[in-house]
């Protein structure tokens, strides 16, 4: 059965400029969302500023960069390219660029997703599957961090829009994108085994020795695209990153296995990465996703279509192997299902279909419902989206703690800032790699006593000790905000709420002779 010719506005198929301008609006809306949301005077933390720093210093630099040891450098690089053509060497101005760039590449996913969508429903239907994702909150704040996601999806996106054309040769563009995506995040090849399946499915009655060139020519597309970058990872960092990832992920599972009942502790782990999975599925489904996606993946079940077909199998194997190598080792993040909001924009749009189908204003339902998508989304990111104003105030309250001490026990997030600011201080083109921040941030662990943690780290310099009113704070951290006393070694010398922060910070200092 061929889904597109199942449903159909009676004389009312859009044409090819009523798509364009659809496209454009959807896009213009999308990056009017994004923009509103985009906290331009708030440096980068965490990821996002490793993969500025080794782009600033790509294109400082001319030539890539050494002191770098981390695994997706396609996104920086990308990133070092285009600050070429920059005019400027402003460290916050490269941030903001680097996140519009990442925030336009989240909006022009749209394109590769419209076709992918056409595949299998009329236009505006598939207009319909670009707004799902374009307006959905987390690709949305996700794209504001300037970080690998929107790339990375933007090349999954583009690889299943192009395997699905009838034109074979697009097939080769495919894998490319691919190809490139592993070099974004080496997850990617796990995309690489889909598409692989994909291919031989469905040329399976054409196997024979043209097929195998073809897998052949393929093969050695992927290897002059990922291989030079390979050998420059090993050349500046050591090795190249994927291997040892692999490595280090069958590592992990014999590892969790280990034990006299191997067999029980493999399935132990599978379950928890099962349990996981089910929780951050669920998460992702909220606000809107939740009501389409559960049905709509019933009705792509029953479909006879082979190309929803091999997009489940597709989603199968990603999901199974998220399993076994994300969130079975507890890891806490849905930003490994992100790439399948395309195939569950698809799985939407059977619900969509069926919605319409039972109205004879089809018109007026198809624009409430894509109103619904966009005022729900604007009503999750105005809860969820980033507070900048919380984020200002981290900024400048560490900027106080700087000029108190470099040295401090770490604490997530906004402990952070206390690394970036030397270099924003800095205000002027530097080789981030080869730059002395002298500042430290000091692990804590839970389990130990803070004089214990004092004593093991006098030598590293800790002189002070900095709280906060933050979740998911040690124990120590909730005894000296309720009694400022509770500990007579700690002396209290800066307190935020003093200077009208609504952000609640205390600063210490050690008084190493209590002790």
């Given at each position: 059965?061929?889904?597109?010719?199942?449903?159909?506005?009676?004389?009312?198929?859009?044409?090819?400029?009523?798509?364009?301008?659809?496209?454009?609006?959807?896009?213009?809306?999308?990056?009017?969302?994004?923009?509103?949301?985009?906290?331009?005077?708030?440096?980068?933390?965490?990821?996002?500023?490793?993969?500025?720093?080794?782009?600033?210093?790509?294109?400082?630099?001319?030539?890539?960069?050494?002191?770098?040891?981390?695994?997706?450098?396609?996104?920086?690089?990308?990133?070092?390219?285009?600050?070429?053509?920059?005019?400027?060497?402003?460290?916050?101005?490269?941030?903001?660029?680097?996140?519009?760039?990442?925030?336009?590449?989240?909006?022009?996913?749209?394109?590769?997703?419209?076709?992918?969508?056409?595949?299998?429903?009329?236009?505006?239907?598939?207009?319909?599957?670009?707004?799902?994702?374009?307006?959905?909150?987390?690709?949305?704040?996700?794209?504001?961090?300037?970080?690998?996601?929107?790339?990375?999806?933007?090349?999954?996106?583009?690889?299943?829009?192009?395997?699905?054309?009838?034109?074979?040769?697009?097939?080769?563009?495919?894998?490319?994108?691919?190809?490139?995506?592993?070099?974004?995040?080496?997850?990617?090849?796990?995309?690489?085994?889909?598409?692989?399946?994909?291919?031989?499915?469905?040329?399976?009655?054409?196997?024979?020795?043209?097929?195998?060139?073809?897998?052949?020519?393929?093969?050695?597309?992927?290897?002059?695209?990922?291989?030079?970058?390979?050998?420059?990872?090993?050349?500046?960092?050591?090795?190249?990153?994927?291997?040892?990832?692999?490595?280090g992920s069958l590592h992990d599972v014999n590892v969790s296995s280990d034990g006299e009942n191997r067999i029980y502790s493999f399935i132990v782990y599978l379950l928890n990465g099962l349990m996981n999975l089910f929780k951050y599925l669920?998460?992702?489904?909220?606000?809107?996703?939740?009501?389409?996606?559960?049905?709509?993946?019933?009705?792509?079940?029953?479909?006879?279509?082979?190309?929803?077909?091999?997009?489940?199998?597709?989603?199968?194997?990603?999901?199974?192997?998220?399993?076994?190598?994300?969130?079975?080792?507890?890891?806490?993040?849905?930003?490994?299902?992100?790439?399948?909001?395309?195939?569950?924009?698809?799985?939407?749009?059977?619900?969509?279909?069926?919605?319409?189908?039972?109205?004879?204003?089809?018109?007026?339902?198809?624009?409430?419902?894509?109103?619904?998508?966009?005022?729900?989304?604007?009503?999750?990111?105005?809860?969820?989206?980033?507070?900048?104003?919380?984020?200002?105030?981290?900024?400048?309250?560490?900027?106080?703690?700087?000029?108190?001490?470099?040295?401090?026990?770490?604490?997530?997030?906004?402990?952070?800032?206390?690394?970036?600011?030397?270099?924003?201080?800095?205000?002027?083109?530097?080789?981030?790699?080869?730059?002395?921040?002298?500042?430290?941030?000091?692990?804590?662990?839970?389990?130990?006593?803070?004089?214990?943690?004092?004593?093991?780290?006098?030598?590293?310099?800790?002189?002070?000790?900095?709280?906060?009113?933050?979740?998911?704070?040690?124990?120590?951290?909730?005894?000296?905000?309720?009694?400022?006393?509770?500990?007579?070694?700690?002396?209290?010398?800066?307190?935020?709420?003093?200077?009208?922060?609504?952000?609640?910070?205390?600063?210490?200092?050690?008084?190493?002779?209590?002790?």
């Amino acid at each position: 059965m061929n889904i597109k010719n199942t449903f159909l506005f009676e004389g009312n198929q859009f044409s090819n400029k009523h798509v364009i301008f659809s496209l454009l609006i959807i896009g213009i809306i999308g990056i009017i969302l994004r923009v509103n949301y985009l906290p331009l005077d708030i440096p980068f933390l965490s990821d996002a500023f490793l993969y500025f720093s080794y782009a600033n210093d790509l294109n400082i630099l001319d030539q890539f960069p050494n002191g770098y040891n981390f695994t997706n450098n396609g996104w920086p690089t990308l990133i070092g390219f285009i600050f070429n053509f920059s005019p400027t060497t402003e460290i916050f101005e490269l941030m903001n660029i680097q996140r519009i760039i990442s925030i336009s590449i989240s909006t022009l996913t749209a394109i590769p997703l419209y076709y992918l969508c056409r595949k299998f429903f009329p236009n505006y239907l598939a207009l319909i599957g670009v707004c799902i994702f374009v307006f959905e909150p987390r690709i949305i704040i996700n794209s504001l961090l300037g970080i690998t996601d929107p790339l990375y999806i933007f090349l999954i996106t583009s690889s299943l829009a192009l395997v699905f054309s009838k034109n074979k040769n697009y097939i080769f563009l495919s894998f490319a994108c691919i190809a490139f995506s592993i070099l974004v995040r080496y997850e990617g090849i796990i995309w690489f085994c889909v598409l692989t399946t994909i291919f031989f499915i469905i040329n399976k009655k054409e196997f024979n020795y043209k097929l195998i060139l073809r897998y052949g020519i393929i093969i050695l597309i992927c290897i002059l695209i990922i291989f030079p970058m390979l050998q420059i990872r090993i050349d500046t960092m050591g090795d190249d990153k994927i291997s040892s990832v692999l490595q280090g992920s069958l590592h992990d599972v014999n590892v969790s296995s280990d034990g006299e009942n191997r067999i029980y502790s493999f399935i132990v782990y599978l379950l928890n990465g099962l349990m996981n999975l089910f929780k951050y599925l669920i998460w992702i489904m909220i606000p809107y996703l939740g009501i389409f996606v559960p049905i709509g993946a019933i009705l792509a079940f029953k479909t006879k279509d082979q190309k929803i077909k091999l997009l489940i199998l597709g989603l199968i194997i990603v999901l199974a192997t998220s399993i076994l190598y994300g969130y079975s080792r507890g890891i806490q993040d849905t930003r490994y299902l992100y790439p399948l909001y395309s195939i569950f924009s698809i799985f939407s749009l059977f619900v969509i279909q069926k919605i319409l189908e039972q109205t004879e204003k089809k018109k007026i339902v198809a624009s409430i419902i894509v109103s619904i998508i966009l005022i729900t989304s604007i009503s999750y990111l105005e809860i969820k989206s980033i507070d900048v104003e919380h984020e200002r105030e981290s900024l400048e309250i560490f900027k106080d703690v700087y000029s108190i001490t470099n040295v401090i026990n770490k604490f997530n997030h906004e402990s952070g800032y206390l690394t970036i600011i030397p270099i924003l201080e800095k205000n002027e083109s530097i080789i981030i790699s080869n730059f002395d921040q002298n500042v430290k941030n000091i692990y804590y662990e839970k389990d130990l006593k803070l004089e214990e943690f004092i004593k093991q780290n006098t030598e590293n310099g800790l002189t002070h000790i900095v709280i906060d009113d933050g979740e998911n704070r040690p124990d120590f951290f909730n005894k000296l905000m309720k009694d400022e006393k509770s500990f007579d070694y700690l002396e209290k010398i800066y307190d935020s709420k003093d200077l009208g922060f609504k952000y609640h910070v205390m600063v210490f200092e050690i008084i190493m002779d209590k002790i």
